[in-house]
């Protein structure tokens, strides 16, 4: 049994509308949105408070105090922007697809993996007309301001899930930055990725992913890829 753990960003689906709320939430509680040029990709949203606030010249203790008000804002926010038909949110090539057949498929569990607090994952999610209950386990922004401590939550939501235990390398991550190549090796989970976020394949290849994509259209082989990696 293998435990799929897809990023939301730039994996499933392209939003500018993250951001956009981020920036509403940080003006409206810190006065400022941050620098234009801080990346948000590969991040959790703690994280994304915490380092844009720091640059910004705000001290641990300032940004502990109004962490909780800036994530209400932003899901709030959220759930304005995503109805934005501006830029609206896109599921990307192949997705519907696969997250059918990863569901479908009696040796693999359909989970999240991403820097999104839980609510914001949701949000993004009924954009795009998947849905969240889908992801049977899953790890978030919300359980973690660091990335690398997801895998081992995820690992633990799935022996529960499934009701035996459950190996770190029996974890599949799927995602578009190097954090999400990265994040997994603690546990000795496997990590598949995609270049349809703003890393290119070949920036992506130098972190040693077991496998990559220029995108999941070729559903066939990503699912090979799960049942063996
Ligand atoms: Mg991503």
Do not use: W
Request: with cysteine; proline share 3%.
């Amino acid at each position: 049994m293998k435990i799929v753990l897809f990023d939301i960003d730039g994996t499933l689906l392209r939003t500018g509308a993250g951001r956009r709320s981020m920036e509403r939430a940080l003006t409206a509680t810190f006065g400022t949105p941050g620098d234009p040029a801080y990346r948000y990709d590969g991040k959790t949203d703690r994280q994304i408070i915490r380092e844009a606030m720091r640059l910004a010249g705000f001290d641990d203790a300032a940004i502990d105090a109004r962490r909780a008000d800036t994530e209400a804002r932003y899901v709030a926010a959220l759930r304005e922007e995503v109805l934005s038909t501006e830029k609206p949110a896109v599921l990307l090539p192949g997705v519907r697809e696969l997250v059918a057949a990863v569901t479908a498929h009696d040796g693999l569990v359909l989970g999240l993996l991403t820097g999104n607090v839980a609510e914001g994952a949701a949000i993004k999610l009924h954009a795009v007309g998947l849905d969240p209950q889908a992801f049977v386990v899953g790890a978030f922004g919300s359980d973690h301001e660091v990335r690398a401590e997801l895998p081992e939550i995820a690992r633990v939501r799935a022996e529960h899930h499934l009701g035996r235990a459950v190996a770190g390398d029996a974890c599949v991550i799927i995602g578009d930055t190097p954090s999400d190549i990265q994040c997994g090796r603690g546990i000795g989970a496997r990590a598949v990725a995609v270049a349809t976020g703003h890393y290119q394949r070949d920036e992506l290849a130098t972190h040693g992913p077991h496998a990559l994509f220029d995108d999941l259209s070729d559903t066939e082989a990503v699912i090979a890829t799960l049942e063996r990696c």
